[in-house]
């Protein structure tokens, strides 16, 4: 399963997102522009010592992320997509999830951008809140619907029997493992 933050602004919420991918085998992207620096203690310390364990994906924008996500599954990107906004749709504990599936989340000030809310109506996927409640923290949401589209999908949670081994290469931090599958196309 794939874990997709479209130009997040808090390193916190993206270590976190970090720190969870790592512990379930996920992967992560972080769409540009990026409110922060891959650099940033905040994001490294939100992390801990598991950046190693990331799976971690640089992507200029939005088209490249889909073009690379394309290459992940024989499945069309377009039918893996679940789309999370606070705006409607289908709530996460109604909707179905197969393992191949592509989790993306917003931005924590603006959520999604409109083109792709737009071009993905019918994969929108919300977690209830009450009124009043503009929306939730992202590193929260994420956590609750990557648990629980991973488990809706069928797929193995990892067994934790309480034991802790150190990660080797713990020094590294998130700018030692990002890749970039597609370079970035800059005038």
């Known amino acids: 399963m794939d874990v997709v933050l479209v130009a997040p602004e808090i390193p916190h919420n993206s270590g976190c997102a970090g720190r ?3 512990a379930l085998g996920a992967r992560l992207h972080l769409i540009e522009p990026l409110g922060f620096s891959l650099e940033d203690r905040y994001l490294k310390r939100a992390g801990l010592d598991y950046w190693p364990l990331v799976d971690l994906r640089i ?3 939005w088209d490249h992320a889909l073009q690379h ?3 992940t599954s024989a499945r ?5 997509l679940k789309c999370f906004s606070a705006r409607g749709g289908q709530s996460l504990f109604q909707a179905s999830f197969a ?5 993306v989340f917003g931005s924590e000030s603006r959520g999604l951008p409109p083109e792709i809310l737009e071009d993905t109506r019918l994969q929108r996927v919300y977690l209830p809140i009450r009124a009043g409640v503009r929306s939730l923290n992202l590193a929260n949401t994420v956590a609750v619907a990557l648990y629980t589209a991973m488990d809706r999908a069928g797929a193995d949670l990892p067994d934790n029997d309480g034991r802790y081994e150190p990660v080797e290469g713990s ?3 998130p700018v030692d493992v990002a ?3 597609v370079p970035p ?3």
């Open 20 to 22: 969870l991918t790592a």
């Open 59 to 61: 992507h200029a924008d």
């Open 69 to 71: 996500l394309q290459t």
């Open 76 to 80: 069309p990107v377009h039918e893996r």
């Open 99 to 103: 393992p191949d599936d592509i989790l």
């Open 171 to 173: 020094g590294q931090g």
């Open 179 to 181: 890749q970039n599958p």
């Open 185 to 187: 196309q800059r005038p």
